[in-house]
């Protein structure tokens, strides 16, 4: 509702698709809708798993840097958006069929 605060979330996220804000939840951007769903779907995904692992105490076993980086060139990569395009596909037939009022 602040433009003030617009403008610091803008520069806070800077060219990153993703952010966690605190006592706030996730914000995420992308060049499409599609892409937007996709980053907020797998980052609550990913909080969820997070969140499960450390309820368990256990020590947590990290993958290499190595792992992650290659991770994340995977979904910057081109030859992700036709996966994109058709997950979003399928989450907007979901919602078609599920939700019709929705749709409307």
């Keep these: 509702l ?11 996220l800077g060219g990153h698709r993703a952010m966690i804000l ?4 996730l914000l995420t951007a992308g060049e499409t809708i599609a892409r937007a769903f996709h980053e907020i779907y797998f ?9 499960k692992a450390l ?3 256990a020590e947590l076993h990290y993958p ?12 910057a990569s081109p030859l992700v958006e ?11 037939s979901l919602i078609e069929h599920q939700y019709t009022e929705y749709a409307s």
């Design 43 to 51: 980052l609550e995904r990913a909080c969820q798993a997070q969140v």
């Design 22 to 25: 605190r006592n706030h939840g």
């Design 2 to 12: 602040s433009t003030d605060e617009q403008e610091r979330l803008i520069e806070d």
């Design 55 to 57: 309820s368990g105490g």
């Design 64 to 75: 290499s840097e190595d792992v992650r980086i290659k991770t994340a060139k995977q979904f």
């Design 82 to 92: 036709p996966i994109l395009q058709r997950a979003w596909q399928a989450a907007l």
